[in-house]
């Protein structure tokens, strides 16, 4: 999972940045709102941790941002602001949890544990569950209603992109570059052979075509294909 920090004091940012990579967790660490917001139009982030007081302005600001354009992004705020007009300004405006500092490291880690099973359908053990369809990325397995699916190794690793992006389109150009063999490859329909077979691997009902974007899966069973 990728996880953007936003957090200007160095202390802090760096004992977070060191506790989240020892959970698995790929963080990028930033500073500034202006960088923020240029590094989130990359659609591979997770997650959000963020601070409010920032040198060049206000988190809410990003928020903001984020709640238009990529609404579902789960946003945790880390913030010494602890009056409850406060926390309660932070959720009303779309963040997902809100964490006062100081905090203890182990209640973040459990915070940003509880946010991915409730936005991604993680477990403790690190399984993906959504609607019957089942992977685990570390043990490399897929299982539908229970019975394991042998997937080919990219395969896989669309079903574990999509999955890890639950309600966000992926674009077409994104799929390519993170998992076909030899990267982007625009004369090669190589992606929707893929696309097909995972789909008559698992079944209906999981992966939807964005037409002329990309592909998704969703939350909820929808329309298929």
């Known amino acids: 999972m990728k996880v953007l920090l936003l957090e200007d004091d160095l202390d802090l940012g760096n004992g977070v940045r060191i506790a989240l990579a020892d959970q698995g967790l790929e963080v990028v660490w930033l500073r500034r709102l202006d960088s923020a917001l240029t590094a989130l139009d990359d659609p591979s982030y997770d997650m959000v941790l963020l601070d409010l007081g920032l040198p060049d302005g206000d988190g809410l600001e990003l928020l903001a941002h984020l709640r238009q354009e990529r609404s579902n992004l789960p946003v945790l705020i880390l913030s010494a602001r602890d009056a409850l007009s406060d926390r309660l300004r932070g959720l009303d405006e779309g963040a997902d949890d809100y964490l006062v500092k100081p905090f203890a490291l182990a209640e973040l880690l459990s915070r940003v544990r509880a946010l991915a099973r409730r936005s991604y359908g993680l477990v403790e053990d690190g399984t993906v569950n959504l609607r019957g369809l089942s ?21 896989f690793e669309l079903l574990a992109l999509l999955l890890k992006r639950i309600g966000r389109v992926v674009t077409r150009r994104a799929l390519e570059e993170s998992v076909l063999p030899g990267g982007l490859n625009n004369e090669s329909n190589a992606l929707d052979v893929h696309i097909s077979n995972l789909r008559r691997k698992i079944g209906p009902g999981y992966v939807r075509t964005v037409r002329g974007v990309g592909y998704v899966i969703d939350a909820q069973a929808g329309e298929p294909g």
Not at 138 to 150: K, L, S, T, Y
Request: net charge negative.
């Open 135 to 155: 992977l685990h990325e570390g043990m490399r397995w897929a299982a539908v209603d229970g019975q394991p699916v042998e997937l080919s190794r990219c395969e």
